[in-house]
């Protein structure tokens, strides 16, 4: 069996991005679906690097991943890696795992070892998009725990994203955990966001003034690169700390293993490289005492469905993110996806990734070229 073509399918989500979809088809009629993780304006950039990187795949044998990516790196890439590169190798790995899985009539779950556990935790993500005041926090998150979830995500810090904040910004983000923590009640899980905005100070003093409400985590507190103030925050913090969404490949976490800057990992499926090396990732976050909690601001389709999979074998699997506004586009795209009861996902059923495509609705919905967004000027910045 051999890869006969490759296609870069982008498809607008209706809310904020576009998706982009990887179809790979083989002689033997097998069709493999990845995805690729992707950001509003970088869309287009991560389609690109499919295409050309699939030009090089024709006639390859989909059973051997490995070598696949590593020549992806080696020779196409020369070694030098990029958020656009790593998004498209994760698109084509998923898709060759979903050709090898159906090959063999196997979930890809038992290629990799088998599952440790039945079911996949999950957050809610994305209910909280544009609210601003505690009553609406506290109101939409209500919501979301009576449709059965137990954890919720949210950025509880007001305002662009700066590095530096003033203290009313500390203040509103204890008034919207405060409402947040009075509505949902003391047994579910609240899961903050801070999207690597602030400066070690800032953070800290957000950590302290939120320990009361026993928050979950601490996401991504500061900048990813700057391991040292990262494990600036954790040492003050008593919240658990988590990075790891903006960081790439196995290689690239190991910095952040040795410096204990973090007590929790979110690496994602569709950009960190692909199932295998989530696995990578994971495996080695186990030896050091690490928890896994895959990112997925992606569709609940394709990168659901490989995160499940790849999470169902990690020792260390604790949740994993659901985002509410791409359901109802996912239920058409996929009629058999994976949808949370109670708060958990059931482990996907039947070969490969375990999902049955509508390829007519993911042709017809077809990506868009966002319009550019209002970006502010020097005079517009705050003191």
């Known amino acids: 069996m051999k890869i006969k073509n490759i296609e870069c399918l982008p498809v607008h989500s209706g809310w904020r991005k576009n998706f982009v979809f990887v179809r790979i088809e083989t002689d033997a009629g097998i069709v493999g679906w990845g995805e690729a993780y992707s950001q509003y ?22 059973f051997q991943i490995r070598h696949i990516l590593q020549i992806a790196f080696d020779d196409y890439a020369q070694r030098r890696g990029s958020l656009e590169f790593y998004c498209a190798t994760s698109g084509i790995e998923q898709a060759l795992w979903d050709i090898c899985g159906k090959a063999t009539n196997q979930p890809v779950y038992n290629l990799l070892g088998g599952p440790v556990r039945d079911k996949i935790r999950v957050y809610a993500n994305g209910w909280s998009y ?3 005041s505690p009553d609406e926090y506290a109101a939409k998150a209500e919501a979301v725990v009576k449709r059965g979830f137990t954890a919720l995500k ?13 203290k009313e910004h500390v203040r509103h983000a204890v008034k919207v955990v405060r409402a947040v923590r009075k509505a949902v ?21 957000v950590a302290n003034a939120l320990a009361e409400f026993e928050p979950y985590w601490l996401e991504e507190p500061c900048q990813c690169d700057n391991i040292e103030a990262l494990a600036e925050v954790r040492a003050h913090s008593r919240i ?17 293993f040795r410096a204990r ?19 990578y990732i994971a495996a080695a976050a186990e030896s050091e005492q690490i928890a896994v909690s895959p990112h997925n ?19 260390n699997f604790i949740i994993t993110e659901y985002f509410l506004p791409f359901e109802e586009l996912g239920a058409r795209i996929a009629p058999n996806l994976l949808k949370p009861v109670n708060g958990y996902l059931p482990l996907p059923q039947g070969p490969g990734l375990g999902l049955d495509i509508n ?12 319009p550019p967004r209002s970006f502010r000027l020097p005079k517009d910045e705050g003191p």
Not at 41 to 62: C, H, I, S, W
Not at 188 to 203: G, W
Not at 261 to 279: H, K, Q, R, T, W
Not at 359 to 370: A, D, N
Request: one cysteine or more; charged letters at 25%.
């Open 261 to 279: 800057a973090v007590d929790i990992i979110n690496p994602d499926v569709s950009n960190c490289g692909g199932i295998l090396e989530l696995m």
């Open 41 to 62: 304006d970088r869309d287009r950039a991560v389609a690109a690097q499919v295409e050309e990187l699939g030009r090089y795949l024709t006639g390859r044998d989909p």
């Open 297 to 315: 601001y992606n569709s609940t389709t394709i990168s659901l469905s490989s995160t499940a999979h790849a999470s169902a074998c990690m020792p």
């Open 240 to 256: 658990p700390v988590v990075t790891g969404e903006a960081i790439y490949t196995r290689a690239e976490f190991r910095r952040i």
């Open 359 to 370: 390829e007519q609705v993911v042709r017809e919905t077809k990506g868009q070229q966002f």
């Open 154 to 166: 949210f950025d509880p810090v007001p305002g662009i994203w700066r590095t530096y904040i003033p």
């Open 130 to 132: 544009k609210v601003q």
């Open 185 to 205: 009640g003391p047994d579910v899980d609240i899961l903050l966001e801070l999207h690597r905005r602030l400066a070690p100070m800032h953070a800290i003093d």
